[in-house]
C-alpha cells in the first residue's frame, strides 16, 4: 500500500540543501483524483477508503487502525473529502516520522517537535466492501519515481537540515524520491494517480 511504500523503501541521505524555500504542502482536505488509465475500472469498484494504519494480513485480508472516509469511484476517478481531525492514537511524533518510518539522516530540524503526523492509504472497494487494490499518486518517471503521501499534520510544523518540508496543520502532501534524495512540500510537476491490484 501507498504508506508501506514509504515505510520499506525511504532510504538514508543528508545532501539537500538548507536554503532551498519552504512551500507548505497544505491542501483543504478534498481529493479529487483522475486516476491512469481510469476508465477500464469502472466495472470493477465503486468505493474509495481512506484508512490510517492499513495492512495485508498473511491470510490475504485487511487490517487497518480506521476507516476515516469514503469516496465514490465513477468516470475513471474518485473525490473523496477527509475528515477535519484524526485522533490522537492514530499520530507519530513528528521526529519519530522522519528519523524511524522515513530513516532521513542528517541533520533534521523541527520548528515544531511535538508535533503528530499520520499518513493514510487509499483503498479500492465494491458495493459489497470487498477490496480490489489500493491507489497511490507519482509522477511517470518510473526510473526516478517521485511519490506524493497524503499526510495530516496536528500542528504547523517545518522540517529542514536534508528535507524541505512545511506542513500546516490539517492535511498535507509529502513528496519523496529516493533516487532524487527529494522529501519536499513543494509540489513537483507531472504527480498523477494510480491504481495498483497487488497489496
Known amino acids: 500500500m501507498a504508506m508501506a511504500i514509504m515505510g520499506t523503501t525511504l532510504l538514508l541521505w543528508s545532501c539537500q540543501k538548507d536554503n532551498a524555500p519552504l512551500v507548505s504542502g497544505a491542501f483543504n482536505g478534498t481529493i479529487t483524483a483522475s ?39 465513477a ?35 523541527y520548528s515544531n517537535p511535538e508535533a503528530k503526523i499520520a499518513g493514510l492509504d487509499f483503498i479500492a472497494a465494491n458495493d459489497s466492501n470487498e477490496w480490489y487494490g489500493f491507489f497511490y499518486s507519482a509522477d511517470g518517471d518510473a526510473a526516478q519515481r517521485t511519490f506524493c503521501f497524503i499526510i495530516y499534520a496536528d500542528a504547523d510544523v517545518d522540517v529542514t537540515g536534508g528535507p524541505t518540508v512545511s506542513f500546516k496543520r490539517g492535511w498535507n502532501r509529502l513528496y519523496y524520491s529516493s533516487p532524487k534524495s527529494l522529501v519536499t512540500t513543494k509540489e513537483p510537476n507531472g504527480i498523477t494517480w494510480y491504481f495498483e491490484d497487488d497489496l
Do not use: C
Open 35 to 73: 486516476v491512469a488509465d481510469g476508465a477500464r475500472f469502472n466495472s470493477s469498484f465503486t468505493k474509495v477508503w481512506a484508512l490510517v494504519g492499513a495492512e495485508e494480513t498473511s491470510s490475504g485480508g485487511l487490517e487497518a487502525d480506521e476507516l476515516i472516509a469514503i469516496g465514490q469511484y
Open 75 to 109: 468516470n475513471g476517478g474518485f473525490t473523496i473529502t477527509l475528515p477535519s481531525s484524526l485522533n490522537e492514537e492514530h499520530l507519530m511524533n513528528i521526529r519519530d516520522f522522519f528519523e524511524d518510518e522515513m530513516r532521513v539522516s542528517g541533520n533534521l530540524k
